[in-house]
C-alpha cells in the first residue's frame, strides 16, 4: 500500500523560506511522477507543483512559478517543495500526491494516492 508522509510546515512570516518534504513508501518510488497540492480554507484544493519520475520535467502553477522548486531524491523516495518569497495567499495545507500508473507525464491532475497534509502560515 502506498503511504505518503509529508513534514516541514509551520509558521513563516511574508517573504520567508520553507521546505516541504514528503517520503514514499509501498512501492518503487523512481517510476511515479509526484506532485504537491495545496488547500486553503474554505476553498477547493488546487494543483501547486509536480515531477517527473527521473526529474527531468517540472510543471507548476502560475501563482507559484518562479518562487516554489520541486525536486525528488529516488534514493530516499522523497519528494520536495522549497518555497520562498512566501506571501499571505500561500496559506494552507499542502498535500503530497501521487498516481496508480507509472512514467506519467507530470499535469495538473491529481493521482489517487495522498498524503496526510501539512499546515503552512504565513503571517504578513
Known amino acids: 500500500q502506498v503511504q505518503l508522509v509529508e513534514s516541514g510546515g509551520g509558521l513563516v512570516q511574508a517573504g520567508g523560506s520553507l521546505r516541504l518534504s514528503c517520503t514514499a513508501s509501498?512501492?518503487?518510488?523512481?517510476?511515479?511522477?509526484m506532485g504537491w497540492f495545496r488547500q486553503a480554507p474554505g476553498k477547493d484544493r488546487e494543483f501547486v507543483a509536480a515531477?517527473?519520475?527521473?526529474?527531468?520535467?517540472?510543471v507548476y502553477a502560475d501563482s507559484v512559478k518562479g518562487r516554489f522548486t520541486i525536486s525528488r531524491d529516488n534514493a530516499k523516495s522523497t519528494v520536495y517543495l522549497q518555497m520562498n518569497s512566501l506571501k499571505p495567499e500561500d496559506t494552507a495545507v499542502y498535500y503530497c500526491?501521487?498516481?496508480?500508473?507509472?512514467?506519467?507525464?507530470?499535469?495538473?491532475?491529481?493521482?489517487?494516492?495522498w498524503g496526510q497534509g501539512t499546515q503552512v502560515t504565513v503571517s504578513s
Open positions: 500526491n501521487t498516481g496508480r500508473i507509472a512514467f506519467t507525464i507530470p499535469t495538473k491532475v491529481p493521482g489517487d494516492y
Open positions: 509501498g512501492r518503487t518510488f523512481n517510476l511515479y511522477t
Open positions: 515531477i517527473a519520475s527521473n526529474g527531468a520535467m517540472t
